[in-house]
């Protein structure tokens, strides 16, 4: 079955310091992985993602993200974390369809708190 | 270039009532789907919408049900509401010619849906 787990639930880091956010995924074929961000109130604002090639991809805002196919992970990273950041973050992945369409299949999110 | 509306943004309603959500998909964008997102909880994807037929559907009842205009706008319907329907409903457009990864999901900021 497919799924994505997200296994912390709350994280805390200091504005500054580096920030890791876990993702693993259980999808049989290839695996095509995002990393959405909600801020409260909002809908989902994509950063990153990946299919093929490089494994360590760049996105908005300064967060990269790297997939790792033997650990079925595709972490999110960023070196410095701003006030800013404070937000949920969802990590998905694309489970296509015969048909040609697609729905995504997100973890239970991770939310990121900034301390000043 | 507008992104993806979505009305209302609240809505109170009764348990046993129905209710329908409203979403216009971003320009160039064909294809429309919802997704259920309960608090703390990751979004749950419902249906997709293409051609103005279904063309996915998550695990959710009957009571759940769509439609897609020729505009590609489309409406989320829920009949006979119970508590648990109590959610935020995200709205999400992307192209179908394209698959997920060239084509990611842009989602709506949702409607805050409770059931009193």
């Known amino acids: 079955a497919q799924s994505v787990t997200q296994p912390d639930i709350h994280i805390t880091v200091s504005e500054g310091a580096s920030l890791e956010l876990r993702c693993n995924y259980s999808?049989?074929?290839?695996?095509?992985l995002f990393w959405y961000v909600q801020s409260p109130g909002q809908g989902l604002q994509l950063l990153l993602k990946?299919?093929?090639?490089?494994?360590l991809v760049q996105g908005i805002k300064g967060f990269e993200a790297e997939f790792k196919r033997s650990q079925s992970s595709f972490n999110l990273r960023k070196p410095s974390v701003h006030w800013s950041d404070a937000a949920e973050y969802f990590c998905?992945?694309?489970?296509?369809?015969?048909?040609?369409?697609?729905?995504?299949?997100f973890g239970t999110g991770t939310r990121l708190k900034v301390l000043a | 270039d507008a992104g993806v509306t979505q009305s209302p943004t609240h809505l109170i309603k009764t348990r046993g009532q129905q209710v329908t959500l409203r979403c216009s998909p971003k320009?160039?964008?064909?294809?429309v789907s919802w997704y259920q997102q309960a608090l703390g909880q990751g979004p749950q994807f419902i249906f997709q919408?293409?051609?103005?037929?279904?063309?996915q559907r998550g695990n959710f009842p009957d009571r759940f049900s769509g439609h897609q205009f020729p505009n590609y706008s489309s409406e989320l319907n829920v009949n006979a509401l119970l508590l648990g329907d109590s959610a935020l409903y995200l709205c999400?457009?992307?192209?179908?010619?394209?698959?997920?990864?060239?084509?990611?999901?842009?989602f709506g900021n949702g409607t805050r849906l409770t059931v009193t």
């Open positions: 999400a457009s992307s192209l179908a010619a394209a698959s997920s990864y060239n084509s990611p999901l842009h």
């Open positions: 999808y049989g074929a290839t695996p095509y």
């Open positions: 990946y299919f093929s090639g490089d494994t």
């Open positions: 998905a992945v694309g489970a296509e369809a015969t048909s040609g369409t697609y729905k995504y299949i």
């Open positions: 320009s160039g964008h064909d294809t």
């Open positions: 919408y293409y051609e103005e037929e279904e063309r």
